[in-house]
């Protein structure tokens, strides 16, 4: 027995090692802007003992409390750098891979058939990518993991007490782990003791979520949802649910085929490790991220594949595994869905690899060095790509999204300013004295904001957020005027 785990922990160890090394590769320099906000928060949490974007002002522009708490305290050991923050995203990646592998040799009736499913959740391109950018996505996949472990081996209360914490990991995976708790207790419902303590495991666990959010940034939940639906709200009313769609065609649409194939040749009871319950709850979380997304219709990244579908194929697969019977069909079905996956992600990664061969922060940091530092200390910097430019200065930044920005924020809640006049007005209420404009591609940047400016300082920035060809965008620094 003892060396059956063995030899399953070096499988699971080797294949972990190579998807994370693989991974690295692929990201390369780039990462996130959004990595960047992490940063800024980390910096003056540091500095001053309060998780704020700008020192004085509290903000809940953090979408992750709990990567941003280990972030933190990873980043006062070992230093907080760009470098810092994605090789601890590759850790959490590599020990998710590691433990997704391991489980399912654990669990599976053959080796064969676990690696071939473990390979069938890690050919999911998007978290591939996202999960050594320095952002949080490899730990919303150990988070959704372990909630799926607790339930395997029937830790019922330390599931339930997991599932109230994901709101710390994930906003939106407070759904899913309501859900997910909820099939715990009518698991349970032959003993309305064992209930009533896991409903009350539940509301500890709530509680301790609400007050982690209220302790660091003053705030009930992240203020990211509410400036995305104002400011990033897109023209197109189909455009939210067909990214939505293509996400969840590209990370999750042959894993549940191969799911829908197996389950339909099984009759199991209603206690086995995964009930037929739990992945039903789960794909119905999956179509309430899905709706409200297109009904928000705001912007929407790859990288929130993670938690809007990772639960879904998670399940699906646990669900499979432990009822997948050695026969050539079994395997075989399992194989084409390997090949027809890794044929998909391949292509979706080749499309955006030109994008992850800049090296966007660097020439932030440069551009910052040789325009805002030289500025006076009273200066307020008004941008709409805040990340590496605040982590980078000591400027006092103007969120004109209001991601990270209260101000901004409440002025957009409480104003109707249509698309035309909004950088104008949102420029003269929070009292910049400069603005950035990321995408200067003409002269008539102030007939445009509507303001009078001075371009006082310029250069070349390279994006990775573009699905082909390294692009270098002109950013310029303009001096505001008054109307």
């Known amino acids: 027995m003892i060396s059956q785990v063995r030899k399953h922990a070096v499988g699971a160890f080797l294949l ?64 907080n750098t760009i470098e810092v923050w994605k090789y601890l995203s590759l850790s959490f990646y590599f020990v998710f891979s590691f433990s997704l592998a391991l489980l399912y040799l654990t669990i599976a009736k053959s080796a064969l058939v676990a690696i071939l499913a473990a390979v069938l959740v890690l050919f999911d391109p998007f978290t591939f990518r996202w999960s050594s950018t320095g952002m949080e996505n490899a730990l919303v996949a150990i988070s959704i993991l372990l909630v799926v472990v607790l339930l395997i081996y029937r830790r019922v209360t330390a599931a339930v007490f997991a599932c109230a914490l994901l709101p710390l990991v994930r906003p939106e995976l407070a759904v899913w782990g309501a859900v997910t708790a909820t099939t715990a207790a009518w698991w349970m419902n032959e003993r309305r003791e064992r209930v009533a303590t896991l409903a009350l495991v539940y509301l500890i666990g709530i509680v301790a979520s609400v007050a982690v959010n209220v302790a660091l940034f003053d705030a009930l939940h992240p203020q990211t949802a509410a400036a995305k639906a104002l400011v990033l709200k897109q023209l197109d009313p189909a455009y939210a649910l067909v990214q939505m769609l293509l996400i969840g065609t590209v990370v999750a649409a042959l894993p549940l085929a191969v799911v829908t194939y197996f389950a339909r040749r099984v009759r199991g009871s209603a206690n086995e490790l995964v009930p037929m319950l739990l992945l039903l709850g789960t794909l119905a979380y999956t179509l309430f991220v899905f709706l409200y997304a297109a009904h928000k219709n705001h912007l929407v990244s790859t990288r929130y594949s993670t938690a809007y579908v990772l639960p879904l194929t998670l399940v699906g697969l646990a669900y499979a595994v432990t009822r997948v019977e050695i026969t050539r069909q079994a395997v075989s079905v399992l194989a084409v869905g390997v090949v027809l996956q890794a044929t998909v992600a391949s292509a979706v990664l080749l499309r955006t690899f030109p994008g992850t061969r800049t090296a966007e922060g660097r020439d932030i940091a440069t551009f910052v060095s040789q325009c805002i530092d030289p500025l006076p200390a009273s200066a307020k910097i008004a941008t709409t790509e805040v990340g590496a430019i605040a982590h980078f200065s000591d400027k006092y930044i103007v969120d004109l999204v209001g991601l990270t920005d209260e101000k901004t ?4 809640r409480t104003h109707e300013v249509e698309r035309a006049d909004r950088v104008a007005k949102l420029l003269a209420f929070r009292q910049a004295t400069h603005y950035i404009d990321p995408m200067a591609s003409d002269e008539n940047a102030s007939r445009r904001v509507g303001l009078p400016m001075v371009a006082v300082c310029r250069g070349l920035v390279g994006r990775n957020n573009v699905s082909s060809g390294e692009t270098a965008t002109n950013w310029v620094l303009y001096e505001l005027g008054r109307p």
């Not at 924020?409 to 957009?412: A, F, H, I, R, S």
């Open 16 to 79: 972990a090692a190579l998807v994370a090394s693989v991974s690295r590769l692929y990201v390369g320099d780039s990462t996130s802007d959004d990595a960047y906000i992490y940063m800024r928060y980390a910096d003056n949490y540091l500095l001053s003992g309060v998780a704020t974007f700008n020192l004085g002002e509290r903000s809940h522009g953090i979408t992750s409390v709990l990567w941003f708490v280990i972030g933190a305290l990873t980043a006062q050991v070992a230093g």
């Open 409 to 412: 924020l409440q002025y957009l």
